[in-house]
Nanobody, 128 residues
Framework: GVQLVESGGGSVQAGGSLRLSCAGSGYTSSSRCVGWFRQAPGKEREAVAR????????DYADSVKGRFTVSQDNAKNTVYLQMDSLKPEDTAMYYCAARPVRCGRSWPPSSIYEYVHWGQGTQVTVSS
């Protein structure tokens, strides 16, 4: 089956940067949508960004536009999330998730469970 492994989380001061990676394996199709999600303690999991493998189209949550950039290396089956100008409110567990079809028409997704494969998460902590 599909496995996703996130890495790159850590602790940084406000204004700093981190680059998360999501390494995928077991894909049976070259067409997929990979999303980044985050969940802070006591809050619901929210969509942060997504990218479609077929053309690289991207979408971002309003809260991260201009600060985060999602990209991919299809040869490595890896999706990245470059996070710049980090704020304390970006502190959360970050997850990548994939669906083996094109990205849905709705953004943010009507249900996070449109994404059927999930990684274990990587913690990002931003201190003020």
């Amino acid at each position: 089956g599909v496995q996703l492994v996130e890495s790159g989380g850590g602790s940084v001061q406000a204004g700093g940067s981190l680059r998360l990676s999501c390494a995928g394996s077991g894909y049976t199709s070259s067409s997929r949508c990979v999303g980044w999600f985050r969940q802070a303690p006591g809050k619901e999991r929210e969509a942060v960004a997504r990218i479609y493998s077929g053309g690289g189209s991207t979408d971002y949550a309003d809260s991260v536009k201009g600060r985060f950039t999602v990209s991919q290396d299809n040869a490595k089956n890896t999706v990245y999330l470059q996070m710049d100008s980090l704020k304390p409110e970006d502190t959360a567990m970050y997850y990548c998730a994939a669906r083996p079809v094109r990205c849905g028409r709705s953004w943010p997704p009507s249900s996070i469970y449109e994404y059927v494969h999930w990684g274990q998460g990587t913690q990002v902590t931003v201190s003020s």
